[in-house]
């Protein structure tokens, strides 16, 4: 995703087309985000919320437990999470 502007290639103006291709589909609603549930900031009480989901195999699509909502970001703007 990031290799382009990492290494500044000739072709980094394609990475801003990709992006703007796919703000476009998410304004569409053609493409969704898979992020499921946002617990927050990493405390004990949302880790065994989280750890409990996990464990009662009904988790769906992607979670995010942060320190800092700017940490979870990317997935709740995009859905892309790893």
Same mark, same amino acid.
């Given at each position: /995703?990031?290799? &382009?502007? /990492?290494?500044?290639?000739?072709? /980094? =103006?394609?990475? #801003? +087309?990709?992006?703007? &291709?796919?703000?476009?589909? =998410? ?9 499921? *549930?946002?617990? #927050?900031? $990493? !405390?004990?009480? !949302?880790? +065994? &919320?989280?750890?409990?989901?996990? *464990?009662?195999? +009904?988790?769906?699509? !992607? ?12 997935? $709740?703007?995009?859905? =892309?999470?790893?």
């Amino acid at each position: /995703m990031f290799t &382009r502007s /990492m290494f500044e290639t000739a072709d /980094m =103006v394609e990475q #801003g +087309k990709l992006l703007q &291709r796919v703000a476009e589909l =998410v304004d569409a609603g053609t493409l969704r985000s898979t992020l499921g *549930e946002h617990y #927050g900031a $990493i !405390n004990a009480a !949302n880790l +065994k &919320r989280a750890h409990a989901l996990l *464990e009662s195999g +009904k988790a769906r699509g !992607n979670w995010c437990v942060g320190g800092v909502l700017s940490a979870c970001a990317p997935a $709740i703007q995009t859905g =892309v999470m790893h």
